[in-house]
């Protein structure tokens, strides 16, 4: 059986990951896996259902069972459109610890293994070329500095109309940074293999430009 094409894009947040993705899944025809979407559907999960963060069993039973699909760009937990309710900022803080949790992690694996189907697959996470797709056809690891994300972050809510402090905003990202560089499991590091951008001066167009003439130099797109 053939290999099936999986392009790894990891980096933190704020770094257009999703963006990205989503250009490249509409470009190749290939599939899309969005396993940030998956650790927050499930910090949802826990939110929603009360389980305290602390309580790790009860956190991997609800991996074991999370009722989460994905249909056109949009998040469905429970039968629900639950796309704009985990991208808050609590929902992304719970998500970031409760992806520290290597139980939590194991159960979720190989949920995220079954994303890859032909003709392909646009993986985008923080573990996807070292974890989850360690022999992935590309691998990319965006970046771009506290700062730069924060700033668009700030943007993205403002178009929300929700104030947001950016001093605040910089520090939890610098937090979240620490605590997924330095978990003990899938920690949030660069594949060896991974070609990295640093998105911190280029626009999303000028990335995702970029990330298409690699797929093409691998043989991924014609």
Do not use: W
């Not at 605040?168 to 920690?187: G, V």
Request: aromatic letters at 4%; one cysteine or more.
């Amino acid at each position: 059986m053939s290999k099936v094409a999986v392009v790894a894009i990891d980096g933190p947040s704020g770094v257009g990951k999703g963006t990205l993705s989503q250009f490249l899944t509409c470009k190749s025809g290939f599939h899309l896996l969005d396993s940030g979407a998956i650790y927050r559907a499930l910090a949802f999960g826990a939110i929603h259902n009360q389980i305290d963060l602390e309580n790790h069993a009860a956190l991997v039973e609800l991996a074991l069972r999370l009722p989460v699909s994905f249909m056109e760009g949009s998040v469905i937990y429970e039968g629900k459109d639950v796309t704009s309710k985990i991208r808050t900022e609590e929902t992304a803080a719970v998500a970031s610890k409760v992806a520290a949790i290597p139980e939590v992690r194991t159960a979720l694996l190989d949920r995220q293994k079954a994303f890859s189907q032909a003709p392909g697959l646009i993986a985008d996470g923080r573990d996807m070329g070292t974890i989850v797709f360690p022999d992935a056809s590309l691998k990319l690891f965006l970046t771009a500095s506290a700062e730069v994300r924060a700033l668009r972050r700030v943007k993205q809510l403002k178009k929300q109309g929700i104030d947001a402090n950016i001093e605040k905003i910089t520090q939890d990202i610098r937090e979240r940074d620490e605590r997924d560089a330095n978990r003990k499991t899938a920690p949030l590091v660069a594949a060896e293999d991974a070609i990295t951008i640093d998105t911190s001066n280029m626009n999303i167009e000028q990335v995702c430009q970029s990330a298409l003439t690699l797929m093409r130099e691998r043989g991924l797109l014609s």
